[in-house]
């Protein structure tokens, strides 16, 4: 049993990818094109999440082979990293914070934010997509519906982050986030919203990058800086997009 486990993770993973290949590839597609146009009509691009699901947001910001105008609309402590991790989750549950974050940070109308929120209860995810929109940005929220269907929210308003953005990607992942069980084991375990969603996220920039390359627009994207000229490269792309580029100041 304990040799098969490490597999049948990796067999999940890649079930749940395929079932969101065939079921979320249209939604991905738009997304996608939303990315695109908010770069040819001159927007800035962000993405946000809390605790495990700001690493997807992590992931395509600053990244060889990505879109360079991707910026991280942080929230101190919103990892969990830099605090003590239960105090990242309650920050979670804190309602007004967004409003500060957003009022305190360079979006604009006309900037697209991508939310990334797992179960999409808690107030900040709820709240930065509604105060998002309220300020003209266009807002693409990955989560889990299954959340929506079999929790309860924890906002005020008795909403989800589904509720709040232009378009939603549905990550499949069942509510617990734990694939897995055995023998001896009370708890489920084998978390795979970070795999999932972060090929969600990468799927979405491809299809932005693709878009804009087949309007004849040249995507400002980024190269390593592991091989030989990408730090040059990459230098050349800060200064032209400057103006929609902030992780670098």
Not at 22 to 34: H, P, R, T, V
Not at 68 to 83: H, R, S, Y
Not at 191 to 202: E, F, L, P, R, W
Request: net charge negative; proline share 4%; hydrophobic share 45%.
């Amino acid at each position: 049993m304990t040799d098969e486990l490490p597999g049948r993770y990796l067999e999940t993973a890649i079930a749940l990818l395929e079932r969101v290949r065939e079921e979320e590839s249209q939604k991905i597609s738009e997304a996608g094109a939303l990315i695109a146009d908010t770069v040819t009509e001159g927007g800035r691009l962000f993405a946000f999440g809390v605790g495990h699901s700001s690493l997807p947001a992590q992931d395509v910001v600053y990244r060889a082979g990505g879109l360079a105008l991707v910026n991280l609309l942080a929230v101190p402590g919103g990892t969990g990293v830099e605090v003590p991790a239960p105090l990242g989750s309650a920050l979670e549950r804190v309602s007004g914070l967004a409003a500060a974050v957003l009022e305190t940070s360079p979006v604009r109308r006309g900037d697209l934010l991508v939310v990334i929120s797992l179960s999409g209860r808690n107030a900040l995810p709820v709240e930065m997509a509604m105060g998002a929109r309220e300020r003209g940005l266009a807002v693409v929220g990955v989560t889990s519906v299954a959340y929506a269907e079999h929790t309860t929210s924890r906002h005020a308003s008795g909403t989800f982050l589904k509720d709040h953005c232009d378009l939603v990607v549905d990550s499949k992942i069942e509510v617990g986030d734990a694939e897995l069980e055995a023998p001896g084991v009370e708890v489920r375990f084998g978390s795979v919203s970070t795999v999932v969603t972060s090929a969600i996220m990468q799927s979405m920039v491809a299809g932005a990058i693709a878009a804009l390359g087949a309007r004849g627009s040249t995507p400002p994207m980024l190269r390593s800086g592991n091989v030989d000229g990408g730090l040059d490269w990459n230098s050349k792309v800060f200064d032209e997009h400057r103006d929609r580029i902030f992780y670098t100041r």
